[in-house]
T-cell receptor, first 118, second 115 residues
Framework: GAGVSQSPRYKVAKRGQDVALRCDPI?????LFWYQQALGQGPEFLTY????????KSGLPSDRFFAERPEGSVSTLKIQRTQQEDSAVYLC????????????????FGEGSRLTVL | AQKVTQAQTEISVVEKEDVTLDCVYE???????LFWYKQPPSGELVFLIR??????QNEISGRYSWNFQKSTSSFNFTITASQVVDSAVYFC????????????FGSGTRLSIRP
């Protein structure tokens, strides 16, 4: 499809397991964002990539969270030693916009990966 | 620090009524950007509008209109003649010029339109 694709849509993990969430952005989109959305809350910024460079990772809650985008396209968010408080929907978004001084543009979001940690 | 407050957690109105969703923001940046996104039950956030801080002109798009008031740090969203398909969670968001890649979202307002 032409939109942002995320997989898996649903993931159940036992506490302590490692998980990997994949994001396939819209082709040609330079910017890629990861957000965490807890139940009943707004999305919270985790990290931002421009091409393969991770320019902002200030929102990652701990060193158990790691994101990469090695070829400037597909991105993976990895959570090590999952804990119950990691249960949330993880949203990926992409955009044509890049940090060159222009106004931030529209973000195109995927449907998210819902992580439940037991 | 940047912050977006959507004080209305849930709103329920009857179809065809007008409804306004409130958004109040805080930022130290003199240049900043405001957004509204819609999140239907499918979960995928959909962009509605972006407003730059230096453009205080209000905007209308069909049944949707936005009222940006710098004096009160508000960016309210009005749906005229609401329809059942407008039912969703609506998020107001903010990005400061100094960290334009970091878009901060409010907690959202769940809007239910009853037939």
């Amino acid at each position: 499809g032409a939109g942002v694709s995320q997989s898996p849509r649903y993931k159940v993990a036992k506490r302590g397991q490692d998980v990997a969430l994949r994001c396939d952005p819209i082709s040609g989109h330079v910017s890629l964002f990861w957000y965490q959305q807890a139940l009943g809350q707004g999305p919270e910024f985790l990290t931002y990539f421009q091409n393969e460079a991770q320019l902002d990772k200030s929102g990652l809650p701990s060193d158990r969270f790691f994101a990469e985008r090695p070829e400037g396209s597909v991105s993976t968010l990895k959570i090590q030693r999952t804990q119950q408080e990691d249960s949330a929907v993880y949203l990926c978004a992409s955009s044509l916009w890049e940090t060159s001084g222009s106004s931030p543009g529209e973000l195109f979001f995927g449907e998210g990966s819902r992580l439940t940690v037991l | 620090a940047q912050k977006v407050t959507q004080a209305q957690t849930e709103i329920s109105v009857v179809e065809k009524e007008d409804v306004t969703l409130d958004c109040v923001y805080e930022t130290r940046d003199t240049t900043y950007y405001l957004f509204w996104y819609k999140q239907p039950p499918s979960g995928e956030l959909v962009f509605l509008i972006r407003r730059n801080s230096f453009d205080e002109q209000n905007e209308i798009s069909g049944r949707y209109s936005w009222n940006f008031q710098k004096s009160t740090s508000s960016f309210n969203f009005t749906i005229t003649a609401s329809q059942v398909v407008d039912s969703a969670v609506y998020f107001c968001a903010l990005a400061g010029y100094s960290s334009a890649s970091k878009i901060i979202f409010g907690s959202g307002t769940r809007l239910s339109i009853r037939p």
